[in-house]
């Protein structure tokens, strides 16, 4: 089955701390208003959230470009993926 395009959430990771045993959900296809959270926009695209528990209370970087090969955490994919904020 095909899916909706994956929409870009913005050019850097989100710093975010996760708390032990808690059930988080995050954003796949980067229509939600609430990233890098899932706030039920990818309903119809074909494109499921990322549903992961905490394994220990820590800082992490969520991805927010959506092309990382790790996710839902950043793998710096956004540095080859995305164009400058400013022209050089």
């Known amino acids: 089955m095909s899916h909706s395009p994956v929409h870009r959430a913005g050019n850097r990771p989100a ?3 996760l708390r032990e045993g808690q059930t988080y959900t ?3 296809c980067g229509r939600s208003a609430n990233q890098p ?6 309903q119809g695209t074909g494109i499921d959230p990322v549903v992961f528990v905490a394994e220990r209370d820590d800082t992490v970087f969520l991805c927010l470009c959506k ?4 996710p839902p955490l ?3 994919t956004h540095n080859k993926a995305c164009k400058p904020d400013k022209p050089d």
């Open 37 to 42: 959270w899932c706030d039920g926009s990818h």
């Open 26 to 28: 995050w954003c796949a």
């Open 74 to 76: 950043c793998d710096g």
């Open 67 to 70: 092309s990382t090969g790790s």
């Open 15 to 17: 710093r975010v701390e």
